[in-house]
């Protein structure tokens, strides 16, 4: 039995609530000063007395090593195992802008590129053109038309775009489908190659919209051209509702997070503002019609991309002082603190380091640690363990899986 | 995907340095006197200062409670899980005497075993002969001569010892034969019978040596009779410099260990010498080409099968001394110190007891634990971990590892 059969099989109604708060990026190193990593060295009062009477440890994103994109990370978090439940580049990249996309939807990274007289490719990133340029050409490829199909075009960042095809009513699109991205220069593009049978009308498809927007890219040198890879469909996992009985709310303010909770089924509920006030507004007035909060604090991985120490400790307490204290008011019964992944300010990047982890419940055990930091969570009960675990954790403690045997 | 997959999708070039320091049988247990085991019981101020800056674990080397041959042990540090990368005992054996075994070579270990005047076998190990005896036999014993075939017998100790038979080339052996020994005295041995089709020609070589063999020993009481078991072929693993994009250097002594780290595709580079000097020596000599070092220490594991207690905290000594120093003046980015499991002196064997490690990194965090033990291990943020884990750590922490998923 996979364990999302096991839990479907356990699951049980209950009144408790779940809130899952994740800083990205959480986990951090220690500096020279020191000794202290950017958790241990931000001022955390709420935090440090809530470890006292929780338990604590680290979590494994993905697997020991290795270091996961948001989208992974936060697939795991979830419970799904991201080596399991694979997401296709284009429907990340769609969900990263906040794109809606539907099931039946193929999408796919574009990336403008220069090309030479006779077609190689130069320059596989069209010399990074700002990302008002690129937003310019996206408009101008809107205007391509293909027989009864939708093509929505979008820019992502300077020479990055997403593709959309949207069938009509009673077609059905496939996305086994070739890069045309000969990552390397020199060469020509490949054409979109279909990798099975179901594929091919689809390939045809995106083809003829590449043959369209080349001749429209022609005089927008250095975006004289583009490629297209990635392409993939909504993978159509288990909805995380069905899964653990839980009705689910993701709370956050980027695209590419409400993405991921929609792709698992999640409610995205509107946040008025960026703020963190803002979003435990957005908590505190959807909190009686949900059994389990996502809490999403995106600043954290910002300011450790940035290698900004200080700034990522702020935001720790920004996040102890602001984001604590309210939820703790609300009630909850179960309260998971952690990271989707590492973001070291030394490192100024996602890392591979398990991330600092407190899990706080009505029922649950005391380590009795002074403080929430990476040392402490080492030493912690839950010890290192794999994020993928943290729901079913979540459910144990909130009292809503039945006993397994008799 | 398996790890290998992934691992083998993610690792990617870099300039940094892997050392896996390898103290064979390193775990101990503690003594009456003071609680101590060899290694807190050792002096080790260089192991401890590294200690202050790494972080610790306690590394299981097959499964929790399992007590593992060198073989498995040294597969799973490797990163090969050994229940799912099984060496047939043949070619361990072939290995251990440093037998340089080709891939198409079909091995057995032999016995010599005494039978009486009806064939019935009365003693399965001879008498334990000497080794000088056995050495006299297989002299003997390799003046016989199959059709076609080469068939090298090499003693092992005492009444032990290892049959390949390597074919000519356009022919293939195969390996899946039933051992001709019963495991029980009173009965006659076995015939070599094949287990598929295609090892019937196999097995009927095996017992063409086998009737040549024993017509030899008929009069060499109590050696007049033997038995072959454990018939394997190299399993053509995957290879690690292809795993893990990894140059690979093995350093070690003794024949098993260059023998495990050659099956894996290392290469095993010349040591002049059996000191610990001569492997530090043999280590500056390759650093510049390789990217990953397997150091093997073989005397902490003698000293724990002996029982002597003082005598394996004395090679630990030396190796805080004369090892651990020499390898930091080279400046890897990732040691990890631990073994392949552990022999505790009281037990005067292998034990399953999960073995002590350390990992330092330019990179890693630090527990700030004052020694390298296995109580400070045992609260150490690596946790219990599986030691099949340790390569992929260790390519994480030396940067070696693409991001997974956006």
């Not at 990263?96 to 030479?116: K, S």
């Not at 596989?124 to 093509?151: C, H, M, N, V």
């Not at 703020?275 to 949900?290: G, T």
Request: hydrophobic fraction near 40%; aromatic fraction near 8%.
């Amino acid at each position: 039995m996979a364990d999302f059969e096991l839990i479907k099989y356990l699951h049980t109604p209950a009144e408790t609530k779940i809130v899952h708060l994740i800083l990205d990026g959480l986990g951090g190193l220690p500096r020279e000063l020191d000794g202290k990593t950017e958790l241990e060295a931000a001022n955390t009062p709420n935090l440090d007395a809530l470890a006292a009477r929780s338990q604590l440890g680290l979590a494994v994103p993905v697997r020991p090593g290795v270091t996961p994109g948001s989208g992974p990370a936060h697939l795991s978090l979830f419970g799904y195992d991201p080596l399991e439940y694979d997401v296709g580049r284009g429907v990340l990249a769609a969900l990263g802008i906040g794109f809606d996309l539907h099931p039946e939807d193929v999408a796919a990274r574009g990336n403008f590129c220069t090309v030479d007289e006779s077609g190689l490719i130069t320059d596989r990133r069209a010399g990074r053109i700002p990302t008002e340029f690129g937003q310019k050409l996206t408009a101008l490829l809107r205007e391509i038309e293909l027989p009864s199909i939708q093509a929505y075009v979008e820019t992502v960042k300077e020479y990055r775009f997403v593709l959309v095809l949207r069938p009509t009513a009673g077609q059905t699109l496939y996305a086994d489908i070739a890069d045309t991205d000969p990552q390397r220069t020199g060469v020509p593009s490949l054409p979109a190659v279909a990798e099975d049978e179901a594929s091919e009308a689809t390939a045809q498809l995106a083809n003829d919209w590449i043959a369209a927007a080349r001749a429209i890219l022609r005089d927008h040198e250095p975006a004289n051209s583009l490629n297209l890879r990635g392409f993939a469909k909504d993978p159509g996992f288990p909805k995380f509702p069905d899964v653990y009985g839980l009705r689910a709310a993701a709370i956050a303010t980027y695209p590419m997070y409400k993405g991921v909770a929609k792709l698992v089924g999640m409610d995205v509920v509107p946040v008025d503002g960026e703020a963190l006030e803002d979003e435990v507004e957005a908590l505190r007035a959807c909190w009686d019609e949900y059994d389990y909060f996502f809490f999403h604090v995106k600043k954290t991985d910002s300011a450790g991309e940035d290698g900004d120490f200080e700034r990522k400790a702020e935001v720790i307490e920004h996040v102890d002082e602001a984001v604590v204290p309210a939820i703790m008011d609300l009630g909850p019964d179960v309260l998971i603190v952690t990271g989707d992944h590492s973001t070291p300010a030394a490192l100024k990047s996602h890392s591979w380091h398990p991330v600092p982890t407190l899990l706080w419940s009505r029922v649950g055990s005391w380590d009795g640690m002074e403080e929430f930091g990476e040392r402490a969570c080492g030493r912690g009960s839950l010890g290192v363990f794999p994020a993928s675990d943290e729901m079913q954790l979540a459910l144990g403690y909130a009292l809503r899986l039945n006993k397994y045997g008799a």
